[in-house]
């Protein structure tokens, strides 16, 4: 049945409607889903996660100006500590791509997305921030772990509105809460989270952006199947 069945998003990109529609009928009992899996994000999680990647790389993580190039030697202020960072970030997304990973190395991965959260706060920008923050909310949604996902996915909607700063980092935020709320079985909280991301991918600039976010929040465990 799998391969006849589509999720909420695949099935608002082939009838033209928007998942926030097709969420208000479902709710309104007028195109009730198929199945609700409570375990399909788990099954997707890690190729998800190579997808994800793409996302967050430098381009997204670290802005020009701190970029040395090889025409301008000069050093860039605290630039072995924004490197330092930057490689943290980049192991803890390896180590998320492991479909195998030791204990250790779940340890591991843990304490080297702090680490990076941590230099970033004192080289980086208000976003950088926000992103460290959305990545310890992820590492620990994926291991099991729901009240410390809960509270830096809060971290991250936090600097969002405090810095003024929307667009797919306020739409990641909402998506952390919600995984956060579906780790720890609250289906409800985790449905309400996913509105306020889906509302806020409204307002990002990138299509590409906006697929990224929205394939993320299709593997939330709990997310809607349609025929």
Known sequence: MAGDVLTIGQLARRSGLTTKA???????????????????GYRLE?????VRGALHTLDHLVSDEWSPTMTDPR??????ERRLSTDL???????????????AEDDRMLHMAHASRFHWENVGTAA???????????????????????????????????NGIGDWD????????ARGHAVAGDVEAARAATEQALAAVEEIAEEDDRSLVLGDLETIPGQPRFW
Not at 22 to 40: E, I, Q
Request: aromatic content about 10%; glycine content about 6%.
């Open 22 to 40: 097709l969420r208000h009928y479902d709710r309104l009992g007028l195109l009730r889903p198929a199945s609700v899996d409570p375990v399909n």
């Open 46 to 50: 890690a190729r998800s996660t190579r």
């Open 75 to 80: 050093p860039v202020p605290g630039g072995d």
């Open 89 to 103: 970030f980049n192991g803890v997304w390896q180590l998320l791509e492991k479909e195998d990973r030791s204990i």
């Open 128 to 162: 950088n921030l926000a992103r460290g923050e959305w990545q310890c909310s992820r590492v620990y949604a994926v291991l099991r772990r729901p009240e410390p996902a809960l509270f830096h996915a809060r971290r991250v909607i936090d600097h969002c509105k405090d």
């Open 170 to 177: 306020l739409a990641f935020g909402y998506e952390a809460l």
